[in-house]
């Protein structure tokens, strides 16, 4: 599959409903990615890590897929119709992989020492796979499908689809989202996520969304502190 770089990013006004969790999403991918490849198959409990950790990656990347195909497809699709084909089909090639790796997941955990190394080595490369295919889904999200969806709705309308998006989503979830969002994001971003979050909760929600995000003892102005844990 050859990624195709002649698109045109969304320059509007509007807010961008894909970047910031793109963004998040591709650190978390990296990590992931990593963490297969430097995991060492004789080592039990290190395997049984990285294995707990892609099964919890898997289930972020799936919640995120359903959302999207609920919160932002299905509303797209009702004005333009067939808008967002192409992307549910990358999204219906994307349930395949989470089964796929889910099954070679699998089969390293049954495998004899002496034949991990083979079997996390197909996992590592599989998963590498289905990086580089999100990679370039997410990049056709943001460049062909936000430019139209910015043309075909109203900021106000935009603004409305992400209020319902971040209200759906419950403290379990968003936390870890948030956690790679922030991590991913430059500190201006940062900086205007984390406002943005402090002026639409109550004062005890955010403290304690703080709280689980990076440290219980997290000051709310303490943005040093945020970049030191998050980055």
Same mark, same amino acid.
């Given at each position: 599959? %050859? ?25 978390? %991918?990296?990590?992931?990615? /990593? ?5 060492? !198959? ?64 699998? *089969? ?10 083979? *079997? ?55 936390? !870890? ?36 995000? /990076? ?17």
């Amino acid at each position: 599959m %050859n990624a195709n770089t002649d698109f045109k990013t969304a320059e509007t006004a509007v807010r961008d409903l894909y970047y910031a969790v793109h963004k998040g999403l591709r650190l978390a %991918n990296a990590r992931m990615l /990593v963490a297969l490849g430097q995991s060492d !198959p004789a080592d039990d409990g290190e395997v049984g890590a990285v294995l707990g950790k892609l099964a919890h990656h898997l289930d972020i990347c799936l919640y995120h897929l359903k959302h999207e195909n609920a919160r932002i497809h299905a509303v797209v699709d009702a004005r333009v119709p067939g808008a967002s084909d192409h992307a549910d089909e990358d999204h219906e090639h994307h349930l395949a992989s989470f089964i796929e790796l889910r099954q070679l997941a699998a *089969a390293v955990s049954a495998a004899t020492v002496d034949r991990r190394a083979a *079997a996390m080595r197909r996992l590592y490369q599989r998963f590498a796979l289905f990086v580089a295919e999100d990679l370039q889904h997410m990049h056709e999200e943001e460049t062909r499908l936000m430019p139209l969806i910015a043309q075909h709705f109203s900021a106000a309308e935009i603004d409305g689809i992400e209020h319902a998006i971040v209200t759906s989503i419950t403290p379990e979830v968003m936390v !870890p989202f948030m956690r790679v969002m922030l991590g991913a994001a430059n500190r201006s971003e940062r900086i205007a996520t984390v406002t943005g979050l402090k002026a639409g909760m109550p004062p005890e929600v955010f403290g304690q969304m703080a709280a689980a995000l /990076v440290h219980p003892q997290w000051r709310h102005d303490d943005w040093d502190e945020m970049e030191r844990v998050l980055c």
